[in-house]
Antibody
Framework: QVQLQESGPGLVKPSETLSLTCTVS????????WSWIRQPPGKGLEWIGY???????NPNPSLMSRLTISVDTSKNQFSLKLSSVTTADTAVYYC?????????????????WGKGTTVTVSS | DIQMTQSPSSLSASVGDRVTITCRAS??????LNWYQHKPGKAPKLLIY???SLQSGVPSRFSGGGSGTDFTLTISSLQPEDFATYHC?????????FGQGTKLEIK
């Protein structure tokens, strides 16, 4: 059974780069797509983007200029880097596996999630 | 962006009740709609994909419906473990968006 675990600093200073890693166990990053989602305090979920190991990416347009998602097949991990952070980037960050099912059309959904990690942007 | 609006934002119900949560898209999304259950401190859990397909392992008391702009998640008989926050999410656009969530509480 695939399990995901987020890791990274819980505190980041404004204007710096937020870096998180998601470790995949029970499965391989060489299949499917790998996503990041966040939830700011008191708000709903916000999709950040996904990437496949082959380099196929789909970022949130509002974050695209600051966002890097990468996949490390040697460590079976994928990572998020968000540059020039502000207090608006304070959130619980989740990693998830995005899968595709074909039934006349292609359906994408996130079927396995990590428990999330809290990141606070503050000086 | 496709805006997703859930109603109600919160709901109080009792064990055994039938509950329906609604999700409305700002424009038609066919059946590209997923539902997730989220409990504090836990990983969100996929319940329904493609509007009405039950994810493997999810109890049959959960069901989804709708197409176009209006969707529902129904729990036929609430169990104690169902008290959580529920989120809808569209995958019609490559820019995925979520509803604001519906918090289901014990009455």
């Amino acid at each position: 059974q695939v399990q995901l675990q987020e890791s990274g600093p819980g505190l980041v200073k404004p204007s710096e780069t937020l870096s998180l890693t998601c470790t995949v166990s029970g499965g391989s990053v060489t299949s499917d797509y790998w996503s990041w989602i966040r939830q700011p305090p008191g708000k709903g979920l916000e999709w950040i983007g996904y990437m496949s190991y082959s380099g196929n990416t789909n970022p949130n347009p509002s974050l695209m200029s600051r966002l890097t998602i990468s996949v490390d097949t040697s460590k079976n991990q994928f990572s998020l880097k968000l540059s020039s952070v502000t207090t608006a980037d304070t959130a619980v960050y989740y990693c998830a596996r995005t899968v595709v099912t074909y039934n006349e059309y292609y359906y994408y959904y996130m079927d396995v999630w990590g428990k999330g990690t809290t990141v606070t942007v503050s000086s | 962006d496709i805006q997703m609006t859930q109603s109600p934002s919160s709901l109080s119900a009792s064990v055994g009740d039938r509950v329906t949560i609604t999700c409305r898209a700002s424009r038609g999304i066919s059946n590209y709609l997923n539902w997730y259950q989220h409990k504090p401190g836990k990983a969100p859990k996929l319940l329904i994909y493609a509007a009405s397909s039950l994810q493997s392992g999810v109890p049959s008391r959960f069901s989804g419906g709708g197409s176009g702009t209006d969707f529902t998640l129904t729990i036929s008989s609430l169990q104690p473990e169902d008290f959580a926050t529920y989120h809808c999410q569209q995958s019609y656009s490559t820019f995925y968006t979520f509803g604001q969530g519906t918090k289901l509480e014990i009455k």
